[in-house]
């Protein structure tokens, strides 16, 4: 009798189902025997019953990157990443049992769950149109333009691919560019470019420093010119002091102290001279005693 309500528990616990958890960043289905319900299940925990089998699908929102290189308009190769943030547009029974009917090949079961990632939904709807897209914008460009109209590039790719993808369960989010990789003969060109330009900076630098140092000469020589200046005028100043200061009285006075000081020399010459002393009179007058026998 025990026996009986042991396996009558099991046969129960079988009939009633399990617990089935969805996880954040998903959205579920539950297939059944006669195929998918219909009803989106929210993150949290869900009964599956019977043979049910639940189906996990991606929402939250991811970046892809796609490396490209495109034969731009001066027939050179360009090369770059095209990044693509995209999400599930919807999470509701509808859209998602739709897109499981189309996607239903691709899902990955592991026992009773199945997976869907973003990134199998992606390369199913983003990739092909992306890829046409991007080549069909950018190929309008020379290579050299394509930096300069980066911008207007990124925005353009936006508008056609954000078309496309609008029919699809995808949301795009957002479009950028990066890891651009000019061909070698245009690196090459703007380097040669570039070193031109550092040239002509430092010859242009040298010229300026010494148009520096001849203005510097320039004004050395302007205040040396305007010393001399001063000093000549001073010197002119000082000319024409004297010349006032020196009249015919002064002269005569002058002439009487010169002649006064002669006086005075030839007293302390005479003065030394003693009996028997020679003295030698010259042209003008002026004595020189020769002292000695």
Known sequence: MRKNVVMLVLFGSVMLGCTERVPPGYVGMVMEPSGLTGVALQPGNHSCYFRDRLILIETKEDAFKEPLSILCKDDLNFGFDLVIRTMLKSSDGGAVKQLLNVQGANLKWDGGIANLGLSTIYKTYVRPAARSIA?????????????????????????????????????????????????????QAVEKKRKKQIEIEEEQARQAMKLVQVENRKEIAEQEKEVRAKEAEAEAAYIAIVEKAITPAYLKRMEVLVEQKKVEASLVLYGNVGPGDKVIVTGNGSAIPMVGK
């Open 135 to 187: 080549r069909t914008v950018v190929s309008k460009y020379d290579t050299t333009g394509i930096r300069e109209n980066r911008e207007v590039i990124q925005k353009e790719i936006r508008k056609q691919l954000q078309a496309e993808l609008a029919k699809t369960p995808l949301l795009l989010v957002a479009v950028t560019t990066s890891n651009f990789d000019y061909p070698k003969v245009i690196t």
